[in-house]
């Protein structure tokens, strides 16, 4: 029986043309997967190296996927451009090609004023699409030391239990370069942190708001981490 030094996996799921998690299959994955066996027959490392179809990976937003074993190194965005790379960099060389890797884990920090609602509602839905790969935390300018009730419970209607949140000041929150800090309405008063990229989400504090308008701003928040995770 054949013994594989590496085994690479090409998602080639498909899914209708209006399924709004798109797959690899329309991303070109059929083509990408040629590509490497056949690079790999011209250069006779087809005996050493298998290359495997692949269900749904389960980062359909950053395909086309590739997962290489046995380091378990995880690609997304993966285009026929990067073929010969991958090939050569980490297939031959050992050396995974870090611009094209998903399963390093991304640090995101989310900043409000009371860390009571907004930010308390970035980080939950954070953690809930980013899964294994963020660490998503949050903090207050001006911590209030309570989260918000109302945030709770809009939030226990999508299915994030926040019942054991803590409203905290950024003293609180590990002390490391962020890849992602992301302010909301704390302005000027908002100590800066260390973070590889910064973003201010101009969004109304719900605190105040009547149950529709505060609903909305949980579904904005949502709607801006989703498209926060698909950029990491
Ligand atoms: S469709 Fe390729 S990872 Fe889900």
Request: glycine share 8%.
């Amino acid at each position: 029986m054949a013994r594989f030094e590496k085994h690479v996996f090409v998602c080639q799921n498909e899914r209708k043309p209006d399924d709004p998690r798109g797959c690899c299959l329309a991303k070109g994955s059929a083509g990408i997967l040629d590509r490497l066996k056949g690079e790999l027959h011209k250069r006779g490392l087809h005996r050493r190296i298998r290359i495997n179809k692949a269900g749904c990976l389960d980062q359909c937003a950053l395909g086309v996927s590739i997962v290489v074993y046995p380091e378990a190194v995880w690609y997304g965005r993966v285009t026929l451009a990067d073929v010969d790379e991958i090939i050569e960099k980490h297939l031959v060389g050992g050396t995974p090609v870090e611009r094209l890797r998903t399963d390093l884990v991304r640090r995101l920090l989310f900043v409000c004023v009371q860390n009571s609602g907004r930010s308390q509602m970035a980080e939950a839905f954070a953690r809930l699409h980013g899964g294994a790969r963020v660490e998503a935390y949050s903090a207050g300018s001006r911590p209030s030391g309570v989260v918000n009730p109302r945030t709770i419970e809009v939030m226990r209607e999508v299915g994030c239990d926040l019942g054991r949140a803590v409203s905290k000041p950024l003293s609180a929150v590990p002390d490391l370069e962020y890849d992602v800090a992301v302010t909301m309405g704390c302005g000027d008063e908002c100590p800066r942190v260390r973070a590889r990229r910064r973003e201010d989400w101009a969004l109304p504090d719900p605190k105040d708001l009547p149950p529709e308008e505060f609903r909305k701003v949980r579904d904005e928040i949502e709607r801006r981490v989703k498209e926060l995770l698909a950029g990491l």
